[in-house]
């Protein structure tokens, strides 16, 4: 069984910076893609970005441009770098891990990590 474990979230400013990381663990041969998701109180879970195994990338919204989303596949990890952050940024982080194909596809997530932006 796939287990997931986020790492990285804290309480920082305005402005600043925070790297979040996903290690992945167990049944990850048929992994096809990993992201990161984050829910605000209140709110709907909603993706931030994603990576295929190949390295193709999605943004929610690539006109912010300041998150970046990388993956080492000999390590199993992904990585969201978050820059520039705002009070909005303040969420749970979870990470998500796809595998399979038709009917045996599947997803994995992760506890989540918490980001607090604010002075």
């Known amino acids: 069984q796939v287990r997931l474990v986020e790492s990285g979230g804290g309480l920082v400013q305005p402005g600043g910076s925070l790297t979040l990381s996903c290690a992945a663990s167990g049944s990850v041969a048929g992994s096809n893609a990993m992201g990161w998701y984050r829910q605000a109180p209140g709110n709907q879970r909603e993706l931030v970005a994603s990576i295929t195994n190949g390295g193709s990338t999605n943004y929610a919204d690539s006109r912010k441009g300041r998150f970046t989303i990388s993956r080492d596949n000999a390590k199993n990890t992904v990585y969201l770098q978050m820059n520039n952050l705002k009070p909005e940024d303040t969420a749970i982080y979870f990470c998500?891990?796809?595998?399979?194909?038709?009917?045996?596809?599947?997803?994995?997530w992760g506890q989540g990590t918490q980001v607090t932006v604010s002075s």
């Open positions: 998500k891990l796809w595998s399979g194909v038709g009917q045996k596809a599947e997803s994995s």
